[in-house]
């Protein structure tokens, strides 16, 4: 009779989650096919270390999330003797009364209370502490859920004590069980998806931060516009977020008081395609203004501990607007500017010529030259970023690197692809990776972080591959000998304080990792750095990505992101903010100027210059 029981509250429950687990796979499967599966090995490295040792999930919490991994880590673990007890209870098999389980049982206890202990700190921390980051309201899913996980711990820690032939052994049992059933009804439903569903969304994460394949004009491919263009794994994304935060409060759009919320985004997301309303347009569930406050600083994606990609979702619905003619007038003008002169501020190429000429630059030829060094639009036209690039050119003079331009470079495009117009971006890609080609550099240096990523990412989407590195990883693998011969660089007495704050740019520091070159430089010649709150590859960003360097300023919602990131550098205490990225460098000084006085013994200094003069 027992049995009988047990069967059909099993079968009741275990349809109540197929059901909804085939919901959900449903919808994924309606979405056009974007799973991918390119470069395995890595993705097993992350499965190993963001799943399985729960690595992002540790790194920016340590404390939450060394409790949520002993969560983890006991749930696996329990996965044989919930099997064991499931076997016993439907009558197929009896294994309780071997001796490896047994011996299991007894392993166990370890991890129940491993558990408990995290599942206890989980519970206060969600219901009484209550960080931002969770939500302004206590889920009461999430209570029941952590309320559910005890009740699991402690009743299998009880069967230590209680003998299962009397009738509160057997209650405890069946207490057991059936929590572990309704637990299982509940998963689909609730946040706890992500326990199916964050396994398979990390593995098919791509292996490139802010991957935005190129779209196919042959096909017809205009970007999301509605929720029927969401892919499969922009559906998967949505099923399997945790509801976190992680995303939100690093996002700097959301610090600095605008209305994106990366977290809303995927939330909506969800909300949208469990409502099922294909045709609904993309900017009516997120919301057109929203869309465009995202910098493409990568911070989302980055730490999100369950593998979701925010910004194919952005980048994709605002491709889908600028398809419509339904970008803001701000990017309409830079458009304009790229159209006409292919550079973002839309001067005469005569301009270029005079530096390149000014500066003694040579044309790039293979056969002469070590390295072509790309000027990027900062270098070729922003009088600021020219005396950057003059002490790259004298640095690497003086190490006897030989090194060329191109003749004519157009923009990279990296606005117009951030921005989601990616006609342009097509055109100007194309256009110079027919130069490129023509020149055949093996390698290129640059001091324009956005330009080692376009080049470096987007380009090879069209079949293009070159070795592109920034500057500061090119001259800090030159200078190591200097540091190490006695008698090397000293710190100079040029004015610039010892100590110094340098600011991460986002597509250097979390794009392309490249954090430690940058400080081996300054510690190198001199410096003392004072890290600023975020830095690394989780730096706040300058607010000039994703076209919004061109942003109407007057018109920005909440404080500007610049603003908020010159406070933090100055929170520092040094007066000397060395930065490596043109657009960083012209935000944050325009940061300064609005600060008035309180900005003003703030000095900036770019970082080639920093170690050319103490060459
Ligand atoms: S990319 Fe950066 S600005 Fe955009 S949503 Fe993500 S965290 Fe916010
Ligand atoms: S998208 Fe990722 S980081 Fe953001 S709330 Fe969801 S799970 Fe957390």
């Not at 970007?223 to 992680?246: I, Q």
């Not at 970008?327 to 001067?347: F, K, T, V």
């Not at 490129?436 to 990523?453: F, Q």
């Not at 510690?523 to 750095?529: N, S, V």
């Amino acid at each position: 009779m027992a049995t009988l029981v047990f069967w059909l509250l099993f079968l009741g429950f275990v349809a109540a989650f197929a059901a909804q687990v085939a919901r959900r796979v449903w919808i994924i499967a309606a979405g056009p096919d974007n799973f991918s599966f390119d470069n395995l090995p890595f993705r097993i490295k992350r499965f190993v270390f963001d799943v399985v040792l729960q690595k992002r999930t540790i790194k920016e919490r340590p404390l939450p999330g060394l409790m949520h991994a002993l969560v983890f880590w006991g749930f696996v673990a329990f996965g044989g003797y919930t099997s064991v007890e499931f076997l016993r209870g439907l009558g197929i098999v009896d294994l309780t009364g071997t001796a490896w389980f047994h011996l299991y049982r007894l392993a166990l206890v370890p991890f129940a209370s491993a558990v408990l202990i995290g599942i206890v700190f989980l519970l206060v921390r969600r219901a009484f502490v209550r960080p931002i980051a969770l939500g302004d309201h206590v889920s009461a899913e999430s209570i029941v859920i952590a309320l559910f996980i005890a009740t699991l711990m402690v009743t299998f820690l009880v069967t230590f004590r209680l003998d299962e032939r009397t009738t509160a052994g057997a209650v405890n049992w069946w207490v057991h069980m059936l929590v572990i059933l309704a637990f299982l009804a509940l998963i689909p439903a609730s946040k706890h998806f992500h326990l199916v569903a964050s396994p398979l969304t990390v593995f098919l994460k791509s292996p490139e931060l802010g991957n935005l394949p190129n779209l196919d004009f042959e096909k017809e491919e205009v970007g999301l516009e509605t929720l029927k263009d969401l892919k499969s794994k922009m559906r998967l994304d949505a099923f399997t977020c945790v509801e976190c935060g992680r995303c939100q409060v690093n996002c700097p759009a959301w610090g600095a008081g605008k209305a994106l919320n990366p977290k809303k985004i995927i939330l909506q997301s969800q909300e949208a395609l469990l409502a099922g309303d294909a045709d609904k347009k993309l900017g009516a569930i997120y919301s057109e203004e929203v869309l465009w406050q995202c910098t493409t600083c990568g911070a989302c994606e980055n730490q999100c501990p369950v593998g979701i990609e925010h910004l194919p979702i952005l980048i994709g619905s605002r491709r889908g607007l600028v398809s419509n003619g339904d970008a803001p007038d701000y990017l309409g003008a830079m458009y304009n500017q790229l159209e006409r002169r292919s550079n973002i501020w839309g001067l005469g190429y005569d301009q270029r010529t005079k530096f390149v000429q000014s500066a003694a630059l040579e044309t790039f030829d293979p056969a002469k030259h070590d390295v072509m060094v790309w000027l990027g639009c900062a270098g070729s036209f922003d009088g600021d970023f020219q005396k950057s690039l003059r002490s790259l050119f004298e640095i690497l003079r003086g190490r006897g690197i030989k090194f060329g331009v191109l003749a004519k470079e157009k923009c990279t495009g990296d606005p117009a692809k951030r921005t989601g117009n990616e006609y342009m971006f097509q055109e100007l890609a194309n256009a110079n990776i027919e130069s490129l080609k023509a020149a055949g550099p093996k390698k290129i240096v640059t001091s324009c972080p956005h330009c080692v990523k376009t080049i470096g990412n987007d380009y090879r989407k069209f079949g293009y591959e070159v070795e592109i590195v920034h500057s500061s990883v090119f001259v800090e693998e030159l200078t190591r000998g200097l540091a190490a011969s006695p008698g090397g660089p000293a710190v100079s007495t040029d004015g610039v304080e010892r100590r110094v704050t340098f600011h991460d740019p986002c597509y250097l520091g979390r794009y392309a990792g490249k954090v430690d070159e940058p400080r081996a430089l300054l510690t190198r010649f001199g410096a003392d750095i004072a890290e600023p709150e975020r830095n690394r590859d989780n730096p706040y960003c300058c607010g000039a990505g994703g076209g919004l360097l061109f942003a109407d300023k007057e018109e920005e919602p909440g404080s500007r992101i610049s603003d908020v990131r010159f406070k933090q550098l100055q929170a520092t205490g040094a007066n000397v903010v060395v930065t490596a990225c043109p657009f960083c460098s012209i935000m944050l000084k325009g940061a300064q100027a609005s600060a008035g006085s309180t900005g003003e013994a703030t000095q900036f200094v770019d970082l080639m210059t920093f170690v050319k003069d103490r060459l």
